[in-house]
């Protein structure tokens, strides 16, 4: 069943990874394993609707988004390469949300988070979205927090 959000953010990332990464990405309802290798991209948006966006994914899409992003073979892509390329896509994915998010609002400066089996909380939100997307290059994850009133 999609939620408020679901289907926005399904077209959004889908529609990224289609056009500019060559990459069909299709919706499934498990999460990825919880102790795997994960690069987590979060930004922030403020304003009229506040929350966060945060990607995460795995090893595998990050690398061959790095391939596809910056025209490089998969053995030249460095840890710096696919951060840089984890940022670009949460700036994407944050931008084209916020665009139908109530707004005004803006978009801060991505923050990226590497490794395995840590936990991720963001202080004073709820979660309102968690959608798990596959491709044959790899698993990603986005999830949409919104700040709880007060």
Do not use: C
């Amino acid at each position: 069943m999609d939620t408020t959000y679901a289907s926005m953010i399904e077209q959004i990332v889908a529609t990224i990874f289609s056009s500019m990464l060559n990459d069909d990405l299709f919706r499934v309802e498990e999460p990825p394993p919880a102790d795997a290798e994960s690069l987590l991209a979060t930004v922030q948006i403020a304003g009229q609707w506040t929350g966060s966006v945060v990607l995460s994914l795995s090893p595998e899409i990050a690398t061959r988004s790095a391939v596809a992003m910056l025209n490089i073979a998969p053995e030249e892509v460095t840890a710096d390469d696919r951060q840089d390329v984890a940022a670009e896509l949460a700036n994407m994915v944050g931008g084209n949300l916020k665009s139908v998010l109530p707004g005004p609002s803006f978009l801060s400066l991505p923050t990226i988070v590497a490794g395995r089996e840590f936990g991720l909380q963001v202080h004073d939100a709820q979660l309102i979205e968690d959608l798990v997307l596959r491709s044959e290059s790899g698993s990603l994850r986005v999830r949409l927090y919104e700040k709880i009133a007060k």
